[in-house]
């Protein structure tokens, strides 16, 4: 029995993780950012932790809350998207900001100050929902235009991602970048071919799978790797 944190557990992917972990047998502390409304995540038996990922302060009284408490692997799975299909000319600053800071900073904040916490737990691992869309590559041969807030924030968390791999390497932890495909949610729309949980059950097989050699990639649902 392992114990996983997952943050924006209260809906969509972040609901499917915990739901799936917590029939598996693992504990479960999820986050929400009004743990009173995360009816579903209680109705399953989840720890709720209050959580806006995106302020360090926030980050801060989760850390102290759970001081001492060993996390063995950490996904940070809290995400935004403000601008879906929008282009240039329709871009709000203070949208792309606050994209920027809930997908890009908010998951390098979790993992400082819960950095703790996981070397203290057996996996020592922090898995970072990305996507595909924050691929320099794939825009290149041919992505679709728009959504600059969220592409490029998670371009950016693409490399924080790298350079956390690199930096807690010596502390022991493994921080990889995980894509969930196109998933059937809020954020992802009503297009979507995946499920929550049919992303979630092909996501836990790659974490399960995945050792510290892994470590600074950015994958696949399969386990493969998405070039950068």
Not at 2 to 19: C, D, S
Not at 84 to 95: F, S, T, W
Not at 153 to 169: T, W
Request: hydrophobic share 40%; charged share 20%.
């Amino acid at each position: 029995m392992a114990t996983y944190l997952v943050t924006g557990a209260n809906r969509g992917i972040g609901l499917a993780f915990a739901r799936q972990l917590l029939t598996r047998g693992e504990v479960v502390i999820g986050t929400a950012r009004q743990p009173e409304q995360a009816v579903e995540l209680a109705d399953l038996g989840g720890e709720i932790q209050p959580l806006d990922c995106g302020d360090e302060a926030s980050v801060q009284a989760l850390a102290g809350s759970l001081a001492g408490r060993s996390i063995d692997v950490l996904i940070n799975n809290a995400g935004v998207f403000p601008d879906r299909g929008k282009g240039l000319d329709e871009v709000d600053p203070q949208a792309l900001l606050d994209c920027y800071r809930v997908n890009a900073l908010g998951p390098l904040l979790v993992l400082r100050h819960l950095a703790p916490n996981l070397e203290d737990g057996s996996r020592r691992l922090c898995v970072n929902i990305g996507s595909q869309m924050g691929s320099i590559t794939r825009a290149i041969e041919g992505g679709r235009g728009g959504d600059y807030a969220y592409s490029s924030s998670k371009a950016a968390l693409n490399m924080n991602s790298v350079i956390a791999a690199r930096d807690y390497r010596r502390r022991g932890i493994s921080v990889v970048v995980l894509h969930p495909g196109w998933v059937h949610t809020d954020m992802g729309g009503s297009e979507a071919p995946l499920t929550p949980d049919d992303s979630v059950a092909r996501m836990l097989t790659v974490i399960d799978g995945l050792t510290p050699s892994r470590t600074g990639t950015f994958l696949d649902l399969d386990g493969t790797e998405i070039p950068w």
